[in-house]
């Protein structure tokens, strides 16, 4: 069992920074992959964001890539999402993810096995 908890979440104005935060604790968090993923009302669960369990590989959505990085230190069992030049379609509840996973090829529709409760993120216009 690995549990997830998000923190960071707020209300910001367009183009205004944001770092999101995921804690960790179970099992072996460190062999773990990990994403972030989004949802918006109305809308499905896209995973934004995604690194391997050794934070060698990381993958991005197109539609963050660039303004986006997803980082993570193992010793301190976190993973980070640091969020740059937001959009208003940036707005949704944030979720952190992890699944056991050995590789460093993270693929893209891989089931993640453990989620955290999600942190709401809004961007004002």
């Known amino acids: 069992q690995v549990q997830l908890v998000e923190s960071g979440g707020e209300v910001v104005r367009t183009g205004g920074p944001l770092k999101l935060s995921c804690a960790a604790s179970?099992?072996?968090?460190?062999?773990?992959?990990m994403g972030w993923f989004r949802q918006a009302p109305g809308k499905e669960r896209e995973r934004v964001a995604a690194?391997?369990?050794?934070?060698?590989?990381?993958y991005y959505a197109d539609s963050v890539r660039g303004r986006f990085t997803i980082s993570r230190d193992n010793a301190k069992n976190m993973v980070y999402l640091q969020m740059n030049r937001l959009k208003p379609e940036d707005t949704a509840v944030y979720y952190c993810?992890?699944?056991?996973?050995?590789?460093?090829?993270?693929?893209?529709?891989?089931?993640?096995?453990?989620w955290g409760q999600g942190t709401q993120v809004t961007v004002s216009s």
């Open positions: 993810a992890a699944v056991p996973l050995n590789s460093e090829y993270v693929p893209p529709r891989l089931r993640y096995d453990y």
């Open positions: 179970g099992r072996p968090f460190s062999r773990c992959a």
């Open positions: 690194i391997s369990w050794s934070g060698g590989n990381t």
